[in-house]
């Protein structure tokens, strides 16, 4: 039998950079998620206070390999 994958999304923020918007996501998602296999960019933006940066967002498409329950 082949192997499945999941995919998820998650949004990470920074006040410095997409970048490390990029990485809060693929390093919380590391800690709880086995197996990932690709972080797959699907859209930047950022947040305004007072017509200006005030935070980057990065949403990321995560895929990983599902684990199939024991019986």
């Known amino acids: ?6 995919i998820i999304e998650l949004v990470g923020t920074s006040a ?3 970048e490390e918007a990029v990485r ?3 390093d919380t998602a590391s800690k709880s998620l ?3 296999r690709i972080a797959e960019v699907k859209e ?3 947040r305004l206070e007072n017509g200006k940066i005030a935070e980057y967002r990065a949403k990321v498409r995560l895929s990983f390999k599902y684990q199939h329950e024991k019986d």
């Open 1 to 6: 039998m082949g192997d499945v994958y999941k």
């Open 16 to 18: 410095t950079s997409w």
């Open 24 to 26: 809060t996501v693929v």
């Open 34 to 36: 086995k197996d990932l």
């Open 44 to 46: 930047l933006d950022v």
